[in-house]
């Protein structure tokens, strides 16, 4: 077959589980979740772990790299790669076409090109050294040290200092060469008209607050897990969080919300045509389409 891998890739809220539990049950393979945050068990909701959108004419599809390390963990772009192509060697090994699907552009990239990725360890004396530092003094030393290509890394304190230590890391230290499998994917990419992307992003994020948003961000802050920690997994967790310390109105958290995932969708289509100007080639779907029509078009490409 001219592929090894089915990648299914979108922004938030365009409904690219459901697709890729569809294709991979009829090829009878598992979904690799390409997701920065699926990977935490108790945060389901805010980080749209459709659960039921497994679930294929009444069979589970298996799915990989969902709920394997608890919230509070820092869950890394090494880690990631790393588990995928273990998981990946495994379902080629049995003869199966893998399913990657999700968000977040960097790991997505990190297994199309086979990203060479250092794991750097905690230096505990320059996170100290690092503790007295104003955040403008961090962001300094931080482009001092590397092009600052987006805002991520000095969103917190704390990704600041990882970031900070990575780099240093980096300085003094020759990445391996470790032999990854080369990767031919078919890339799918599903995508809304914009305003109506905007609708679904505001109507789903309406229908997660009904359904236990809250009350979810609320026990995980009630299970000990620090409210820096959450708000360091960004979006959901950081705004909820911050409405419950009481830093915002329950208005005041929907609306700043609503907006940074609008943002969020936007930076995540912004990644993906780089992507595609970089020569990955993206077979866009409108979002649309009837599923089985989605389907059609997924396997007339791959044949």
Avoid at 80 to 100: R, S, Y
Avoid at 154 to 167: G, H, P, S, V, Y
Avoid at 170 to 197: C, D, M, T, W, Y
């Amino acid at each position: 077959m001219q592929y090894n891998l089915i990648t299914v890739l979108g922004p938030t809220a365009s409904g690219k589980t459901k697709l890729s539990a569809n294709i991979a049950s009829r090829l009878g393979t598992g979904v690799i979740s390409a997701d920065s945050r699926q990977v935490y068990r108790g945060m389901d909701i805010g980080t749209g772990k459709d659960f039921a959108d497994y679930i294929v004419g009444g069979k589970l599809v298996p799915y990989y790299l969902i709920d394997i390390c608890s919230a509070g963990e820092k869950y890394n772009l090494f880690e990631f790669q790393k588990d995928f192509f273990m998981i990946f060697n495994e379902l080629i090994a049995k003869g199966e076409l893998p399913v990657l699907c999700g968000g977040s552009g960097l790991y997505i990239e990190a297994v199309l090109k086979a990203y060479r990725i250092l794991s750097v360890p905690l230096n505990e004396i320059l996170r100290n050294e690092l503790s007295f530092k104003s955040g403008e003094e961090l962001i300094s030393i931080l482009s001092s040290l590397q092009k600052l290509h987006n805002t991520t890394d000095t969103n917190t304190r704390k990704r600041l200092i990882r970031a900070i230590e990575i780099a240093k890391y980096q300085e003094g230290h020759v990445l391996k060469n470790n032999v990854l499998p080369e990767i031919k994917s078919l890339i799918i990419g599903v995508a809304f008209e914009r305003s109506e992307q905007k609708e679904r992003i505001t109507m789903r994020l309406k229908e997660r607050l009904e359904n236990g948003l809250i009350e979810e961000v609320k026990s995980l802050l009630e299970k000990g897990i620090a409210s820096e920690d959450l708000i360091y997994y960004g979006l959901e967790y950081k705004y909820i969080t911050q409405y419950l310390t009481g830093q915002y109105t329950f208005d005041e958290m929907f609306n700043h919300l609503n907006i940074a995932i609008h943002q969020f969708s936007k930076r995540q289509m912004t990644w993906f045509r780089k992507m595609e100007r970089e020569g990955f080639p993206i077979n866009w779907i409108e979002g649309t389409m009837p599923l089985e029509q989605k389907i059609k078009s997924v396997f007339d490409l791959l044949n």
